[in-house]
Nanobody, 122 residues
Framework: QVQLQESGPGLVKPSQTLSLTCTVS??????????WSWIRQPPRSGLEWMGA???????YYSPSIKSRTSIFRDTAKNQFSLQLTSMTPEDAAVYYC??????????????WGQGTQVTVSS
């Protein structure tokens, strides 16, 4: 049974970089042909796909935040990570990692982490 767990700071100051890690257990992030995504949900808003990294290490990004986003992996630790630079209060959201992507409806992704709340405040 595949499980995902997000980790990282719950509070980030404006202009700083957010760094989150998703630890995967019960399965490998290199398993063909899965991809692993980061998704966020701001208050009173819907789910927003941010980007993904595929089983072969290829990264994909949402055009709206591509310039600020980096997704990479550590296969030895079976983890994948998100970095989002130049944080603003508009980036405050619950951040999720999930198995699925880079295409398709995020609601159809089959395994999700529990989510981690990120607040942006000085």
């Amino acid at each position: 049974q595949v499980q995902l767990q997000e980790s990282g700071p719950g509070l980030v100051k404006p202009s700083q970089t957010l760094s989150l890690t998703c630890t995967v257990s019960g399965g490998s992030i290199t398993t063909t042909y899965y991809a692993w995504s980061w998704i966020r949900q701001p208050p009173r808003s819907g789910l927003e796909w941010m980007g993904a990294i595929s089983y072969d290490g290829t990264s994909y990004y949402s055009p709206s935040i591509k310039s600020r986003t980096s997704i990479f992996r550590d296969t030895a630790k079976n983890q994948f990570s998100l970095q989002l630079t130049s944080m603003t209060p508009e980036d405050a959201a619950v951040y999720y990692c999930a198995r699925g992507g880079p295409l398709g409806d995020v609601r159809e992704y089959d395994v999700w982490g529990q989510g981690t709340q990120v607040t942006v405040s000085s």
